[in-house]
């Protein structure tokens, strides 16, 4: 809930499930000029600030039945109302005003109760051009909230001051940079999210503290503590107790969305941003983190000839009947919008496409595919996005082309390993910061366990290889969040069980380099890595034993490149820049000369390397200018071109390059698996 004024905002209504009164089956159309939306549970009704210059009820707060859409009641204010907050039982909605003042309206009763003047406590002397920032009503105490003060010429928070019945608290926090949004917690914690700062407060009879200062933030904007967890504007919920990733509702939409609400008692989180000249609404579940509804339009339900044309913010849940959105935009309309345009993304499992020498693709979002030479099924890992499928591992039949039943693993599933008795499959998550294990063919859970950096910093799983022999052993490659200052590999560490070893390199470590990509030697004592980050570009052999991994030694050949791929076989590695390179001399041993023509140009490098060495091969995958993949083989020996394909009716992007069964291939491209014999590159 904010109380800066917006003048020139449109609310939004998007209509919900739920049982009670009919709800409309088209848009609805309200004419009113409103700051900001707010629900009461209490009387099922919506209440609107529409500010001073609108044509109906100017300087007033309307009271809105959200089942049509109709003005019940008027509240006349004193100057120009702006953002709102509603205190949990429903009795009092605070209201900001111009002039730093804040009226509070009894909102059983649709009259105002007091007005309070907000002074600007000296803490950061002079605040020039200053104004309220997000309120809070404290849980459980009606007449008490939390009101940060905003020095807009400097973008700055002068602090944040707790009023009860209008008289401030006499301890304020101090000074805070660009404090975005306050949640509390409870009657004794509040939280504040900054521009690189998550800051948490504590309540005392004789005011806020700032108790502890965390680094990297959760998202530039709303926070709402609910069920015991911190949700973020851009889908990230927290542990507040830890600060420990739990998920993130995750789509394009979501990571750019501007609001949100989050309905415990549905079980729903909701999510609006900008698509194009219109917006997009997104609800997700709230244990599994799947896509559950989605709506996009261009300035849907809008009358002909007005426009709404920038982001919707803030918006809250209207009971069983909607979410109350405010949008910027020109023309001054309330517009309620029907549930049903929400429409559940719909997986059409494919057809089964038996093998019979040609090229399969199989439509599957995905993040990525693994094999498993054991039961002969490949598995693939799908994103949030993919609604009922989402956040799962789905097993495909390669023989058959059939997709079986996904089963259900966490937020976002990332990379993944077999163990080499084919009796677990890992899998990193890539939005909890962990690995779940499952027992194959079963897919049951089995295992699950967070990563930490040395330092106990979350990181994610970005790499992970089997143990010869040790099936509840795995090796993996640590990695920080990609939106941190610190970003990049904090090194190799084993995981037996969820038992950490004790050896492990750290971040940049000075005799293993920054390893992002890891293989293990033809023995299976010995992890080579390659550092695709840094412009070292090192290589690296680790020693594997009991205690974990060790730096044998490390080379600065300066040849790989940023992003690429490393693929070993019988202590030779390939590198999707075209480099072979020799472990045990640890020199290039020669470069594969790519076709660099107008149509790859030299930016358009393989994204996906196999050696087969059996049939003294390796396979690379490459994508044209245009999006047409290719399968490229060339000679181990020569290193030169002896077959390639261009795989007919699939674009993008290949990556996730595996051999199943005894001839042939599979990969990825995100949305479709695609299977191809190896009798088909020529």
Known sequence: MRLTTLPGLTAIILALSGGGLAKPKQPISVHLNAADVVYSPVTDRLFASVVSGANRYPSSIAVIDPHDGSVVKSIQVDGNPGTMALSDDGRYLYVALDGLRVIRINALKNRSDIEFQI???????????????????????????????????YALTNGVALFDNGIMRPRVTPWAQGIFALAFESADTIWADSSNNLYKITVSEDGLTVAADYPSTPGNGDIVVSNGLLYT??????????????????????????????????????????????YSFSSF????????????????????GQKIGDTPAPMVVAGNIGLAVVAHGQGDYVIIFPFRLLKPPVYNRP?????????RAIPLPNNGVVYNPVDGMLYATTPGSAGAIGN???????????????????????????????????????????????????????????????????????QMLPIPGSPRSIVAV?????A????????????????????????????????????????????????????????????????????????????????????????????????????????????????????????????????????????YLRSDIYGTIYVLAYNAASLQQVGSLQVPGVRGI?????????????????????????????
């Open 119 to 153: 002074n600007p406590w000296p803490v950061l002397n002079p605040c020039p051009n200053p104004s309220l920032g997000r309120i809070q009503v404290m849980p459980g105490h009606p007449e008490t909230v939390a009101v940060p003060i905003l020095c807009n010429d």
């Open 233 to 278: 504007t851009n889908g990230k919920v927290i542990d507040p107790n830890n600060l420990v990733s739990k998920g993130r509702f995750y789509t394009h939409q979501t990571v750019l969305a501007s609001a949100f609400a989050i309905d415990p008692l549905a079980g729903r989180a909701y999510f609006s941003a900008r698509e194009g000249y219109g």
């Open 285 to 304: 579940d709230l244990k599994t983190y799947q896509l559950t509804g989605f709506y996009s339009a261009e300035n849907p339900g809008v009358p002909a």
């Open 351 to 359: 057809k089964p496409a038996p093998q019979n020498g040609s090229i």
């Open 392 to 462: 799962s591992v789905v097993p495909v039949n390669p023989v058959t082309g059939t997709v079986e039943d996904p089963a259900w693993v966490g937020s976002d599933p990332w990379q993944t390993a077999v163990s080499d008795d084919g009796s677990y499959l890992y899998v990193s998550l890539y939005n909890e910061y962990a690995i779940r294990r499952l027992q194959l063919p079963s897919l049951s859970s089995d295992l699950f366990f967070r990563i930490y950096s040395d330092d106990g910093q979350s990181v994610r799983a970005t």
């Open 478 to 482: 640590r990695l920080d969040d990609p």
């Open 484 to 619: 941190a200052l610190t970003y990049g590999s904090y090194g190799v560490v084993v995981y037996d069980d969820a038992v950490r070893r004790p050896d492990s390199t750290g971040h940049a470590d000075r005799l293993a380099g920054r390893i992002d990509v890891i293989q293990s030697s033809a023995s299976g004592n010995t992890v080579y890595g390659t550092d695709n980050e840094s412009t070292a570009f090192s290589f690296a052999k680790l020693s594997l034993g009991p205690r974990g991994v060790d730096p044998i030694l490390l080379v600065e050949p300066g040849y790989s490149g940023f992003s690429v791929d490393m693929k070993c076989q019988n202590d030779q590695c390939f590198f999707t820049t075209g480099v072979v390179f020799d472990p045990s001399t640890m020199a290039m041993t020669g470069r594969i000369q790519f076709d660099q023509s107008d149509l790859f140009s030299a930016t358009y490098t393989p994204t996906a390397v196999l050696p087969d060495l059996e049939r003294g091969l390796v396979y």
């Open 654 to 682: 290949g990556t996730n390059l595996v051999m199943w069964g005894s001839d042939q291939l599979a990969f990825s491209t995100g949305d479709q698996i695609v299977l191809v014999p190896l009798s088909a590159v020529k």
